[in-house]
């Protein structure tokens, strides 16, 4: 089993930036970040895998997220840029031990605690 743990939410305007982080504990074949709004459900963000560093992103977040892998590959970030209201959520790390479907947010395991992000406008 993965252990994942996640950090760097915290409050910001409108058009700010956050960078979070999530470290990995075991091996994993893909990371993801998800997050849940309040009373909304759970969704899919953006995801790596691990060994070739392709990346997928939601629509909602393509162009000012970034999904990255630390160089010794126990850390995936979410550099967060331009964020918006509709950005605030709990944050999630996720991962899955065979990298296949990263793409489709599915099937993901492992997940963190969470990290609270707020956007105030």
Do not use: H
């Not at 630390?70 to 840029?81: E, R, W």
């Not at 605030?88 to 992000?117: E, H, I, L, N």
């Amino acid at each position: 089993q993965v252990q994942l743990e996640e950090s760097g939410g915290g409050s910001v305007q409108a058009g700010g930036s956050l960078r979070l982080s999530c470290v990995v504990s075991g091996s994993a074949g893909c990371v993801g970040w998800f997050r849940q709004p309040p009373g909304k459900e759970r969704e899919g963000v953006a995801t790596i895998y691990t060994l070739s560093r392709t990346t997928y992103y939601s629509d909602s977040v393509k162009g000012r997220f970034t999904i990255s892998q630390g160089n010794a590959k126990n850390t995936v970030y979410l550099q967060m840029y331009s964020l918006e209201v509709e950005d605030s959520a709990m944050y999630y790390c996720a991962a899955k031990s065979r990298p296949v479907g990263c793409s489709r947010f599915q099937d993901f395991d492992s997940w963190g605690q969470g990290t609270q992000v707020i956007v105030s406008s």
